[in-house]
């Protein structure tokens, strides 16, 4: 069965920190699609970040980045130089071929991330 | 703007009360789905719908009706709304699939949160 496991339910650093949030997960399908969304104080979802199985590529979004690991089945994600603007919960997300023909996403319990000033 | 939106944003009801919370998507996507977020447990889905007159269940789907009239509309129904399930609802909507080479991501409402007494 799909599992997304998010192992730290809340991070606390202070600002300027780098920070990384952990992302493990368990599939038996080949093909699959990992995502990380973000969720602010304010209540909605935000996209950031897709990632196809077969593209291990790691990727770099201005202080965000995004570490996959196929191998240890991890889907990292590490916030370089944490502004107070970063607090929210993110969670990890997956899709797999089983399931992508039902457009589901199997979510993680999300972290809390808090940046203190 | 494009844009997912739900209503209420927040909902207050007794037990066996029927509800409707509405979502309304004008993207003209062809794929929505409902789900509810849980502390610790992430975002689970209720049911989903790839097109206008087709639904399917998805995780947790007991307790709870949709209808896909319109390829915009998507309500949530609670027939008999019971306290486990108060919870922050969301709805989401997409062109297409998550699988693929051209990613469509979902677009999220804003959330409703209610308590059911």
């Known amino acids: 069965a799909q599992k997304v496991t998010q192992a730290q339910t809340e991070i606390s650093v202070v600002e300027k920190e780098d920070v990384t949030l952990d992302c493990v997960y368990e599939t038996r399908d080949t093909t699959y699609y990992l995502f990380w969304y973000k969720q602010p104080p304010s209540g909605e979802l935000v996209f950031l970040i897709r990632r196809n199985s077969f593209d291990e590529q790691n990727e770099i979004s201005g202080r965000y980045s995004w570490n996959f690991q196929k191998s240890t089945s991890s889907f990292n994600f590490t916030i370089t130089a944490s502004q107070v603007v970063d607090s929210a919960v993110y969670f990890c997300?997956?899709?797999?071929?089983?399931?992508?023909?039902?457009?589901?996403?199997?979510w993680g319990a999300g972290t809390k991330l808090i940046i203190k000033p | 703007e494009a844009q997912v939106t739900q209503n209420p944003r927040y909902l207050i009801t007794v037990t066996g009360k029927k509800l409707t919370v509405t979502c309304s998507q004008n993207m003209n996507h062809e794929y929505m789905s409902w789900y509810r977020q849980d502390p610790g447990l992430g975002l689970r889905q209720i049911y989903y719908s790839m097109n206008v007159e087709v639904t399917d269940k998805g995780d947790v789907p007991e307790g709870y009706k949709v209808s896909r009239k319109e390829k915009r509309n998507f309500p949530l129904i609670l027939e008999s709304p019971s306290p486990n399930q108060t919870s922050l609802y969301f709805c989401a909507s997409s062109p297409r699939g998550l699988a693929g080479p051209v990613y469509n991501e979902q677009f999220f409402g804003p959330g409703t949160r209610l308590t059911v007494l």
């Open positions: 997300a997956l899709s797999d071929d089983s399931m992508a023909s039902n457009y589901q996403l199997i």
